[in-house]
């Protein structure tokens, strides 16, 4: 059913439950003519039920457009978005309202203070997914205040507009919104950016929890690494439209098989500084060449220290070499000794 | 404290209009025609028809408070009997301008491009007819009537309407709110009327403000040609076209009409400014101090543009 | 200082930290400042000093509403519409700016210090190349000709690491990404040799990898030239990363400062400790998540005593009364605390 190597399903192991979500082969491309840009290329996912997983690139990665692809806001080129089995991501007009009615897949925007209208109740803004698709008001009512609680706010917050309300509870409601539906699966765009520090992790215990006791899949796409690490089951890398790393986060994090990867994670800020490579050593220094391979080539290898024109002259494919862990650097065994010896 | 500070840091609401003093003045103005308009002939201290030939021209005395006319007939009163035909017409024709501009505005953001591209090209032939030789026009069709003369200016004002609420309605439909909404499978027509309608009325009433002022202009400008209106009915611009007549035995006349003419024009062009500043909403009211003070730079924004300050 | 010491050894006697008397050495020096926001309706920098040596690097961390951005602009005489020094002074070594006209600062500004804010794209002129920009500042300020002017932009560029300064100095700011244009602020900032660079959020809009980057790079720059930095920024992680020594800011007052080896290691102050155990995480173990209960006053509501006082779970009567005054607990180590030498509170060890 999907386009991975069939490597991947034998590792997979039998009798676990189909995932939730699946995406396969996704291209998406975006602008027209000579603007047109490829913003997603090949890109396959699997989401299965109570995972938390994190979504993580710069700018330009397109960790955001294969968010909005999921939810419909985007249409691929090519590939499919798969939810619960059913394909979602050619639905049009009619079938895509009914199938976002059914609120299954929820979306949290970064920055409450845009996501929320300002001049509606907190009340009617968690309830109007359900107002949307129609149910009775009583009924409404009731969710409201239990998606509400679900986030840790109490109902009387109801009747306040969101300027009334500070910042992390802007983002709660914002999550109580997405929540009221009782969704089967949450994608969060760096739900935590536009909060300070003190709010940040209240959001991120809150999602915690939500998995657990929800069983709720969740998608959060971050930038921040750290965060990712205390929360998230799983890890996706995405480089330039690509997934370069896709593993079990704390495997990944501990020993990173890409080079993108490691740079990330040597390239975070760290109050103490146990690290045990340097950001330095994972990029090209000055003085040193940029490797010049074709088109074609690894997405990463203008930015790699360890790119060779024998193995990087092709993108490398999305390869398992673990259960679950799968990456897509040719040179995965060579690079990290390299990178030691690197001054 | 952060009472005081509320009051210092202006929240978008109607409130807040009512502190400008150019807003307090400008609506003392027009209550006073509103009233005129509403009671005029019958507050009117002298009948406006009062010919008095014995006192022709006369300078503003107790009895005349702004002197009388070629005919001895009492300006002030003339004035007063005027101000119904004057305003009300202009009202109907701001009116008709909203019946026929306002809806269309907010529906062609989501009744298709075939809609939309019409609609526009109706807007911008409309706005290449001059409004008063239009007006000129019509009434020789429809007849000699200042009610009948006001139709096509209110139709010339669709357009103004219809281009200020399209764009407004453009504006709000793209707020990430409604792509929020979207996402729960909401119909455009919920987008529109939860999200955006009401966000909608600031712009509509800012141009209701100027547009009546230049309604109200016209009328002065028809009635001052003499369209629409059988002497001796008293109307603004027809006193001022009389007056003009008379110049050399009345220098001061033309004054006091063209006076009344300018102040309620300039009353609603400066409440329409006391609205444009502020009583724009679809923002949050009252950030935290803590970001005000710092809009000194750009905020922190992402790929997407959404801000947060920084402090 | 053996007064000090003698005060030390009896906790009862709260120690006023020791003003340092200003020496040519420091670059900047901020004292007792106080600045006024909304025309006077708030305060918001309620009594801050720090300095920066000649060559050090110099972290403000905190909050939003916590004073450190106006300070910062403060030192800069770039206080927004409506806010004003309303005590205090701030010297730029020994020169005191404090009441400095515009001319004065535009003296200043260049030569003695450079900044670089958040967002570097809308500093610069979207129509014009990034080297004429930079060209033009060499020629006004540095009073260079147009030629020697070309040169050093090149030369510049060069230092702050844009790989193909020639290439760059063609381009307008549209064609470059957040990175190089930073890069080229910093070198706009520093073009006409300043002793201090103050950046203000400067790499917190950028990707982490540009962000290691630029922050190598002021690392570079001040081992080079021996430019000081004043680094501001709501992110610990970064500070205790490129600094050498910290100031932490809350609620419009320093509450601790010191080395980073002290602020991180041994932090006395417990907004100082919440703040690092909420940013630890840099070794990106699955952890349970601090937080930090409650929310900063917003400015202008402060209470009576510490500030921090609701939120602390140490706090005492003595807290909630009176102005807490900055103790001095170790070399360069203060702590604006009620108890900073209470055993309790030195001795609670952190799972850093």
Redesign the interface.
């Known amino acids: 059913m999907t386009a991975t190597a069939p490597a991947e399903l034998r590792l997979d192991g039998g009798g676990a439950p189909p995932p939730l979500l699946e995406v396969e082969s996704l291209e998406v491309v975006l602008g027209r003519g000579w603007r047109a840009n490829k913003v997603l290329s090949g890109v396959n996912l699997k989401v299965n039920p109570g995972e938390i997983v994190g979504l993580v690139g710069?700018?330009?990665s397109g960790k955001?457009t294969l968010a909005r692809a999921v939810?419909?806001?985007v249409k691929p080129r090519r590939g499919r978005v798969l939810f619960d089995g059913a394909p979602i991501s050619g639905l049009r007009r009619r079938a895509?309202?009914?199938?976002?009615?059914?609120?299954g897949v929820?979306?949290v925007?970064?920055?409450p203070?845009?996501?929320?209208?300002?001049?509606?109740t907190v009340e009617r803004i968690v309830g109007?997914?359900l107002a949307?698709?129609g149910d009775p008001p009583e009924e409404i009512r009731l969710r409201v205040v239990d998606a509400l609680a679900q986030v840790g706010l109490d109902a009387s917050l109801m009747s306040r507009d969101?300027?009334?309300i500070?910042g992390?509870q802007r983002q709660r409601v914002s999550i109580a919104?997405a929540l009221a539906?009782g969704p089967r699966l949450l994608i969060c765009d760096?739900p935590v950016?536009?909060l300070?520090?003190?709010?940040?992790?209240?959001v991120?215990?809150l999602l915690s929890e939500l998995r657990g006791s929800l069983n709720l899949p969740i998608i959060i796409i971050s930038?921040d690494?750290?965060?990712l690490?205390?929360?998230a089951d799983r890890v996706v890398v995405l480089y330039r439209g690509k997934i370069v790393e896709d593993g079990p986060?704390?495997k990944v994090?501990?020993a990173p098989r890409h080079p993108y990867t490691a740079?990330?994670?040597?390239?975070?800020?760290?109050?103490?500084?146990?690290?045990s490579l340097r950001?330095?050593q994972l990029?090209l220094q000055?003085g040193e060449p940029v490797p010049l391979l074709g088109p074609g080539a690894c997405v990463f290898a203008p930015r790699c220290p360890f790119a060779l024109a024998e193995t990087c002259s092709a993108q490398p494919p999305l390869t398992g070499v673990e259960p679950g862990w799968s990456n897509a650097c040719s040179r995965h065994r060579d690079w990290p000794n390299l990178a030691r010896g690197r001054s | 404290m952060s009472a005081a500070v509320n009051d210092v840091v202006a929240r978008g609401r109607a409130g807040s209009v009512l502190r400008l003093r150019s807003a307090r003045i400008a609506l003392a103005v027009l209550a006073a025609i509103a009233v005129l308009a509403a009671f005029g002939p019958t507050l009117a201290p002298q009948g406006p028809l009062t010919l008095n030939t014995s006192s022709l021209f006369q300078g503003p005395s107790w009895h005349h408070l702004l002197g009388t006319d070629y005919l001895g007939r009492d300006v002030l009163s003339r004035l007063m009997a005027g101000t119904p035909l004057s305003v009300l017409t202009a009202l109907e024709a701001v009116g008709i301008g909203m019946v026929l501009g306002i809806a269309p505005g907010i529906a062609s953001t989501f009744l298709g491009r075939g809609f939309d591209f019409v609609a526009n090209r109706v807007a911008d032939a409309l706005m290449t007819l001059p409004s008063i030789f239009f007006a000129v026009a019509v009434t020789a069709a429809l007849g000699n009537g200042l009610v009948q003369a006001m139709v096509p200016i209110g139709v010339l004002l669709a357009p103004a309407y219809f281009r200020i609420t399209r764009a407004a309605t453009l504006e709000y439909s793209r707020?990430?709110?409604v792509?929020?909404?979207?996402?729960?499978?909401?119909?455009k027509f919920?987008l529109v009327t939860?999200?955006v309608v009401?966000?909608v009325f600031p712009n509509i009433v800012v141009t209701t403000a100027s547009l009546t002022a230049g309604a109200l202009l016209a009328v002065s400008f028809l009635t001052f040609l003499g369209i629409g209106v059988q002497p001796p009915e008293p109307t603004w611009g027809g006193v001022l076209s009389s007056d003009l007549d008379y110049l050399s035995q009345a220098p001061w006349a033309p004054f006091i009409p063209g006076a009344l003419i300018a102040a309620s024009v300039g009353a609603l062009n400066a409440l329409a400014d006391a609205f444009r500043d502020r009583g724009g909403?679809?923002?949050?009211?009252?950030p935290q101090l803590a970001q005000i003070t710092v809009r000194t730079g750009p905020t922190?924004e992402?790929?997407?543009g959404?801000?947060?300050s920084v402090a | 200082m053996a007064l000090n010491d003698l005060l030390l050894d009896d906790p009862s006697v709260a120690t006023p930290a020791v003003r340092g008397i200003p020496t040519r050495e420091d670059v900047l020096r901020i004292d007792d400042l106080h600045v006024s926001v909304h025309e006077g309706l708030a305060t918001a920098v309620r009594g801050v000093s720090l300095r920066v040596g000649a060559g050090e690097t110099v972290g403000l961390v905190g909050?939003?509403g916590s004073g450190k951005t106006l300070t910062c602009r403060a030192a800069l005489g770039l206080l927004p519409a409506g806010c004003r020094i309303d005590g205090g002074s701030v010297s730029f070594a020994g020169q005191d700016v404090t009441a400095a006209s515009r001319r004065a600062w535009e003296a200043i500004h260049g030569s003695q210090v450079g900044a670089v804010f958040q967002d570097p794209a809308s500093y610069l002129n979207p129509s014009l190349t990034v080297g004429a920009q930079l060209a033009e500042v060499l020629r006004v300020k540095g009073r260079l000709s147009r030629q020697q002017a070309r040169r050093r932009a090149l030369e510049l560029f060069g230092d702050v690491?844009l790989h193909q300064p020639g290439r760059v100095f063609h381009q307008i700011p549209a064609e470059l990404?957040?990175g190089m244009l930073q890069r080229a602020m910093v070198a706009i900032a520093i073009s006409c040799g300043p002793r201090l660079l103050i950046a203000d959020e400067a790499t917190t809009a950028l990707?982490?990898?540009?962000?290691?980057?630029v922050?190598?790079l002021l690392l570079d720059l001040r081992r080079r030239n021996g430019l000081a930095v004043m680094f501001v920024s709501?992110?610990?992680?970064?500070v205790?990363?490129l600094c050498d020594r910290i100031y932490v800011f809350y609620a419009g007052q320093v509450v601790e400062s010191g080395t980073v080896e002290e602020i991180?290691h041994r932090p006395r102050h417990p907004y100082t400790k919440a703040?690092?155990r909420?940013?630890?995480?840099?070794?990106?173990?699955?952890?349970?998540?601090?937080?930090?209960p409650?929310?900063?006053p917003q400015v202008g509501t402060y209470m009576a005593g510490c500030s921090f006082a609701d939120r602390c779970r140490f706090a005492l009567g003595p807290c909630c009364s009176g102005e807490v005054q900055s103790v001095v607990v170790g070399d360069q180590h203060e702590v604006r605390c009620a108890r900073a030498n209470d055993v309790e509170l030195s001795e609670e060890l952190l799972p850093?």
């Open positions: 710069e700018t330009g955001t939810v419909g806001l895509l309202r009914a199938h976002r009615r059914q609120g929820q979306y925007f970064q920055d203070l845009r996501s929320l209208d300002p001049d509606l109007e997914g949307i698709r969101p300027g009334q500070s992390g919104r539906t760096e950016s536009a300070d520090a003190s709010n940040r992790n209240h991120l215990n930038h690494l750290g965060s690490a205390a929360i986060i704390d994090f501990a740079l990330l994670l040597a390239s975070t800020p760290s109050v103490t500084e146990s690290r950001a330095h990029r000055e | 707020a990430q709110y792509e929020a909404a979207e996402l729960m499978g909401a119909s919920h939860t999200h009401r966000k909403r679809g923002a949050l009211a009252l922190l992402d790929a997407n959404s801000q947060r | 909050e939003s690491g990404s957040g990707d982490v990898t540009i962000q290691a980057e922050i190598d709501h992110d610990l992680a970064v205790a990363e991180v703040l690092v909420v940013a630890s995480g840099g070794d990106f173990r699955r952890r349970h998540l601090e937080v930090i409650g929310s900063p850093v």
